[in-house]
């Protein structure tokens, strides 16, 4: 597979891109479609949509985001589909986010379909620490909070068939159906 390189200092940009394993230390822009099996490096990455299996960059920034596992420290995207999960440890911005597990500081999602979310404190702190929090989080939540399968009993009261909703209703139609029906009458006499 083939490797693309961009050392710090550089920018670089084109149309489409398609490559085995991308590592991106400076910037990157890609006006169409970025597709890899792995995005890396401590760039940042510019590009309107995003097909990976694996991406770990500092900063990414694009309006469609297909792939396995998301680390960032920001990412930004109208859209983001992780089939693993996404940890992000500074910023994430999404119009919509689906993924099985979110671990994230802050966040400005609008639309959000996930199993687990874990929200750590917003701390500077290196994506493997950020992992390592997440992973702890996640371990101590799975062992404290109630699994939900006890059922707790509520009183209750059994509601009417119904019965005062349907009277009112039929007596609001029949007065308004009798005005209406003379009202045409009227009209075509």
């Not at 990157?28 to 890396?40: F, N, P, S, V």
């Not at 396995?68 to 990412?75: D, E, G, P, T």
């Amino acid at each position: 597979m083939k490797t693309v390189y961009i050392p710090t200092g550089t920018e670089v940009s084109h149309m489409n891109l398609a490559t085995g394993h991308l590592v991106v230390d400076g910037s990157l822009t890609i006006t169409g479609t970025l597709k890899a099996k792995t995005i890396g490096g401590r760039g940042f990455v510019e590009a309107g949509t995003v097909s990976a299996d694996g991406i770990q960059v500092d900063d990414l920034k694009a309006v469609s985001v297909t792939c396995r596992r998301l680390y960032a420290k920001r990412a930004e995207a109208s859209q983001i589909f992780a089939s693993e999960g996404i940890d992000v440890s500074c910023f994430l911005g999404a119009d919509r986010v689906v993924t099985p597990k979110l671990t994230v500081a802050l966040s400005d999602i609008d639309e959000v379909t996930v199993d687990e979310t874990v929200h750590l404190p917003p701390k500077k702190r290196s994506l493997l620490r950020f992992w390592l929090a997440s992973a702890l989080r996640s371990l101590l939540i799975r062992l404290t909070a109630d699994d939900g399968s006890q059922v707790i009993d509520a009183e209750y009261k059994p509601a009417d068939e119904h019965k005062n909703v349907y009277q009112i209703g039929a007596q609001r139609n029949g007065s308004d159906l009798e005005r209406r029906s003379g009202e045409t009458n009227e009209r075509s006499a």
